[in-house]
């Protein structure tokens, strides 16, 4: 629950899906990173 807010964060900072995992939310944060990647090439970005 904790880890969401923190990769969003670090996405809107960075402007891209290739940002550094979330200590301790090793799986959700590789599901998250996937799902925004995917959905970054289904839109052409």
Not at 4 to 14: F, K, T, W, Y
Not at 21 to 26: H, L, P
Request: aromatic residues 4%; charged residues 15%.
């Amino acid at each position: 629950n904790e880890a969401i807010p923190i990769l969003r964060a670090a996405v809107i900072e960075s402007q891209t899906a290739d940002v550094a995992n979330v200590s301790g939310a090793t799986y959700t944060a590789d599901a998250y990173l996937a799902s925004l990647q995917s959905a970054l090439d289904a839109a052409g970005a």
